[in-house]
């Protein structure tokens, strides 16, 4: 008592837990000794080295702060990478988990017969240590192929930050910690390894995560195709690819990184489609609306829900900003934002210019904002109304001018101060009593 843990018969790989009240029989104490044996030689060491280039450091002046600053990240491009196990090592103790692996899934089938009774504890030990025998042969397999890949991890194409938390990962982090995870998938994401080939690693690289990655690819790939488009035929075959990249995208709105989606789609002009995953990752944020009328606004919980739900639309509003912006310093939008009285409407194409030109800006934010207010797909969607709605009074924009179906309870409830803008909704929809009154 009173002893750290590593002095009461631990080691520098940890310490036994004593009065534990699992009791595991014989059998499953020695297929977890035997594992370790397997495992222990590879278990803490460094699953890459890596030779930074040399960075000149400035020399620390007289007249400089203590403690001095920390050292500039290393850089990435010109790194000389290496897998922390030879391919023979690799190979030896994928041969033998695997071995292990085979006769586990031989003999865990007769443990749940009832002529072989064994113990809950003995049934959950035999299948965490199968979990952790294949988790181990995925990461042999991707240390297998990253070790093909080092002169892309020396191009400098993957951030700085990622490769340098790579390459402080262990194997045991590589198999057992979710937040190594996150650092494989920027390897995936900057192209390091494809996505393709990730897919016996499933301990690794989840489902969603591949598809996700193959929806980068293919937005990826029509980015680098929009600078060639000379036909109208070319324009239709992206937006089909794009569709597919954003179905992808939708399907996964509960799992994917959104500032990554929408830097990926705004790249190709994708702004519908951008619309329309921030509302589907919204509503898989907070799917039963609890965060729309609270009973207890206080509560936690609820205003957690209420800013993941404004993230996503603070995305949307960022599209709407750089419009109106854009209008702004041309000189094409004056206080009076109305259209003529029954003129047409501009469709908006599925892929927008990535410059756009001083007379189609008007009518493109028009298009965006009917999109975003009078669009089917958003009816339901009462708080993305609401943000829409109050961006536009912030802007200067007329908001009566479009058939929101939450417009007239926003104006009487959020713009007390601004009555004029509820008398010209009423005056826009031809009620001048009511006009007059208000």
Avoid at 124 to 141: F, I, K, Y
């Amino acid at each position: 008592r009173g002893q750290p843990p590593f002095q009461m018969g631990g080691s520098s790989l940890g310490y036994s837990v004593f009065q534990s009240a699992t009791q595991l029989s014989a059998r499953m104490r020695g297929l977890y000794l035997y594992l370790s044996r397997l495992l222990r030689p590879v278990w803490l060491s460094h699953v890459m080295h890596v030779a930074w280039p040399a960075t000149e450091k400035p020399k620390r002046k007289r007249d400089d702060w203590w403690p001095p600053p920390p050292d500039p990240p290393p850089m990435a491009k010109g790194a000389q990478w290496q897998c922390g196990f030879s391919k023979s090592q690799r190979g030896f103790a994928r041969s033998q988990l695997l071995l292990l692996k085979s006769a586990l899934d031989r003999c865990l089938p007769r443990l749940t017969t009832a002529s072989n009774p064994v113990s809950p504890e003995d049934l959950d030990s035999a299948n965490g240590a199968l979990h952790l025998v294949t988790a181990s042969v995925e990461a042999l397999d991707f240390l297998e192929l990253l070790s093909g890949c080092t002169a892309a991890m020396a191009s400098g194409s993957c951030p700085a930050e990622t490769l340098l938390r790579f390459s402080e990962l262990t194997f045991r982090d590589l198999v057992c910690q979710p937040e190594a995870r996150c650092i494989l998938q920027g390897l995936m994401q900057a192209g390091i390894v494809a996505c393709r080939d990730l897919s016996n690693c499933p301990s690794l690289f989840s489902k969603a995560a591949l598809e996700v990655q193959e929806a980068y690819e293919i937005l990826k790939a029509v980015e680098s195709s929009l600078t060639a488009v000379n036909s109208t035929l070319e324009i239709a075959r992206l937006s089909h690819f794009t569709h597919r990249g954003l179905a992808i995208l939708e399907r996964h709105a509960a799992h994917i990184n959104l500032m990554e989606a929408a830097s990926r789609l705004r790249a190709v002009g994708a702004c519908k489609g951008l619309i329309s995953l921030c509302s589907g990752v919204a509503r898989a944020r907070d799917p039963k609306d609890e965060s729309l009328r609270p009973q207890d606004p206080s509560n936690p919980r609820i205003q957690q829900l209420h800013y993941a739900r404004l993230e996503c639309y603070q995305v949307v509003l960022g599209i709407l900003d750089d419009v109106l912006s854009f209008a702004r310093q041309r000189g094409r939008l004056q206080s009076s934002f109305a259209l003529p009285p029954g003129g047409p409407h501009v469709e908006l194409p599925e892929l927008l210019p990535a410059r756009l030109s001083e007379f189609d800006a008007i009518p493109i934010l028009d298009g965006l904002l009917r999109h975003c207010l009078e669009g089917h797909r958003y009816q339901a969607d009462e708080l993305f109304h609401f943000c829409i709605l109050k961006w536009m009074m912030q802007s200067g924009l007329p908001p009566y001018q479009y058939k929101s179906p939450y417009l007239k309870n926003f104006l009487l409830v959020h713009a007390k101060d601004h009555p004029e803008l509820h008398c010209r909704y009423l005056q826009h929809n031809g009620q001048w009593a009511e006009a007059c009154d208000a």
